[in-house]
């Protein structure tokens, strides 16, 4: 799997690149019969009458992850990262008719670590499921970058990403202070075994579902960084299979 000068230029310029065919609809099948099969009963399940969200998703499902890392997504990884990351946190969400929502502007500000600690520059703690999240210094969110595996065509109608292309070149960037009419947000149609790569700092949102056809995504996150005084991510993952 090639990487193109125009992906990694728009990766650093834009904040964001989606590759297509990365997955083969085989892959794409055996991926949602794990998802079928797995024990729901999980405190890392998320679901109303559906099931739309699974916390940790590589731990609680590890006979994902030859699937998921398969050699199309390890090139790329290779090619515009190099080997030094290693996954600090994954999730698995959808989008059912009765667990639909839309998830409001921003920019994904904090990281899962093992426990609370008193760290100059780490902020805004929160713990949920035994997990603990704060924001870090904004040196570590700038060298994280997010992959977004599609199991589904996803476009306007089912949920897809809308961004502001180069707003992760602005530091902390509010909600509120979104000038609109000097940003040109755009919405990032992905087909199924396609994925996106982008950068946390990047503003994005998501409508609700108006198609009822499902939304399913997988999201990993990536560092190469060493947490300080001794915080270690929750989630890592030093090797992939």
Excluded at 118 to 125: F, I, K, Q, R
Excluded at 203 to 222: L, Q
Aim: net charge neutral; charged share 25%; glycine share 4%.
């Amino acid at each position: 799997m090639e990487v193109s000068i125009n992906q990694r230029q728009q990766i650093a310029d834009s904040g964001f690149s989606v590759f297509e065919d990365i997955y083969t609809i085989d892959e794409i099948n055996s991926i949602g019969a794990i998802l079928n099969k797995a024990d729901r009963s999980e405190k890392t399940f998320r679901q109303t009458a559906d099931l739309f969200a699974i916390r940790q998703f590589l731990k609680v499902l590890p006979e994902v992850k030859p699937l998921v890392f398969n050699q199309n997504l390890r090139s790329v990884i290779d090619a515009l990262f190099g080997n030094d990351y290693f996954v600090v946190k994954s999730i698995y969400f959808d989008k059912p008719e009765k667990s639909n929502w839309f998830v409001a502007w921003h920019q994904d500000l904090t990281i899962s670590v093992d426990k609370k600690a008193d760290v100059p520059g780490y902020s805004a703690w929160t713990v949920k499921h035994d997990q603990f999240s704060v924001q870090p210094a904004v040196e570590i969110l700038k060298d994280i970058f997010t992959i977004r595996i599609h199991l589904d065509d996803t476009d306007g109608n089912n949920g897809a990403l809308k961004v502001i292309p180069g707003s992760h070149l602005k530091g902390i960037y509010r909600a509120e202070e979104i000038v609109w009419n000097s940003e040109a947000p755009i919405t990032c149609n992905v087909k199924s075994g396609g994925i996106m790569i982008m950068r946390p700092l990047l503003m994005h949102a998501s409508d609700r579902t108006t198609s009822n056809k499902t939304r399913r995504v997988i999201h990993i996150e990536f560092s190469r960084d060493k947490l300080p005084l001794g915080l270690n991510w929750a989630e890592k993952e030093t090797t992939t299979p």
